[in-house]
């Protein structure tokens, strides 16, 4: 992730992006049949979830930070 979000808005946006992708490539992943295709897919699905667990981490620790503040560096 290039760039890290810094208000809630912007996390709750990316975590939204990152659940439809999942499900996304879930639902692709149940089309395909070719073994490079599932590589491919499975790799994608890992970066998600990764990408996911971060901006979820992210957000628990605005979570704790006062209400209006950025979140800490």
């Given at each position: 992730m290039p760039?890290?979000?810094e208000t809630i808005e912007e996390i709750d946006a990316?975590?939204?992006t990152a659940r439809e992708n999942l499900r996304e490539l879930i639902e692709e992943?149940?089309?395909n049949a070719g073994a490079?295709?599932?590589e491919l897919i499975?790799?994608?699905i890992a970066e998600q979830?990764?990408?996911l667990e971060l901006l979820?981490?992210?957000r628990d620790e605005y979570a704790k930070?006062?209400?209006r503040s950025r979140i800490p560096k």
């Open positions: 760039d890290i979000p990316r975590i939204a992943a149940s089309g490079a295709d599932d499975s790799r994608r979830e990764a990408q979820t981490k992210r930070a006062s209400p």
